[in-house]
T-cell receptor, first 110, second 113 residues
Framework: RKEVEQDPGPFNVPEGATVAFNCTYS??????FFWYRQDCRKEPKLLMS???SGNEDGRFTAQLNRASQYISLLIRDSKLSDSATYLC???????????FGTGTRLQVFP | EPEVTQTPSHQVTQMGQEVILRCVPI?????FYWYRQILGQKVEFLVS????????KSEIFDDQFSVERPDGSNFTLKIRSTKLEDSAMYFC???????????FGSGTRLTVV
């Protein structure tokens, strides 16, 4: 089983739509979770941390289900500028490294 | 907003040559990392560095690679004898502490010809 699994997409949605991405992780020792976005040929940028109780930042909502080892990201009212690849990134404290999957590609069209 | 700065943004080198990629992490950060991303593939961990020593490295980080923090601000990645397959984007990252998300630099595109 891959350490991080995401639907690669692409998800093609119109402006204003709500879109949800899911991610599963295999390492039950994972303790911190993050969503990053990566634009083509750019660096990953931290979008938000994911907390056990779930958290919201503007149009973005992240949820964590530790029992199912599942993380989600909901984007409301999609903007053209949301077009990017979204990377779910778990981290464990017994290792320094972040494990990236291939991410989910989102394309928002006018 | 504080940034991680990487230079150069693009480097072309001949196979077999040595290259040094430079990074200036955020000043109060304590943990430093190098990642790379081959075109079209996922971001891969290379090495982490804490308290002036390597804390973890991947299988990719073989004897051809080395890291240094020579002066308390710069953090460098050296590839001793580049191969064609070293062509990739190399990202430096730093964090303040283990509970924080990484801040990545904008990367160095290395092209080995």
């Amino acid at each position: 089983r891959k350490e991080v699994e995401q639907d690669p997409g692409p998800f093609n949605v119109p402006e204003g739509a709500t879109v949800a991405f899911n991610c599963t992780y295999s390492n039950s020792a994972s303790q911190s979770f993050f969503w990053y976005r990566q634009d083509c040929r750019k660096e990953p940028k931290l979008l938000m941390s994911v907390y056990s109780s779930g958290n919201e930042d503007g149009r973005f909502t992240a949820q964590l289900n530790r029992a199912s080892q599942y993380i989600s990201l909901l984007i409301r009212d999609s903007k053209l500028s949301d077009s990017a690849t979204y990377l779910c990134v778990p981290r464990t404290y017994n290792t320094d490294k972040l494990i990236f999957g291939t991410g989910t590609r989102l394309q928002v069209f006018p | 907003e504080p940034e991680v700065t990487q230079t150069p943004s693009h480097q072309v080198t001949q196979m077999g040559q040595e290259v040094i990629l430079r990074c200036v992490p955020i000043s109060n950060h304590l943990y430093f990392y190098w990642y790379r991303q081959i075109l079209g593939q996922k971001v891969e961990f290379l090495v982490s560095f804490y308290n002036n020593e390597i804390s973890e490295k991947s299988e990719i980080f073989d004897d051809q690679f080395s890291v240094e923090r020579p002066d308390g601000s710069n953090f460098t990645l050296k590839i001793r004898s580049t191969k064609l397959e070293d062509s990739a984007m190399y990202f430096c990252a730093s964090i303040q502490g283990s509970d924080y998300g990484y801040t990545f630099g904008s990367g160095t595109r290395l092209t080995v010809v």
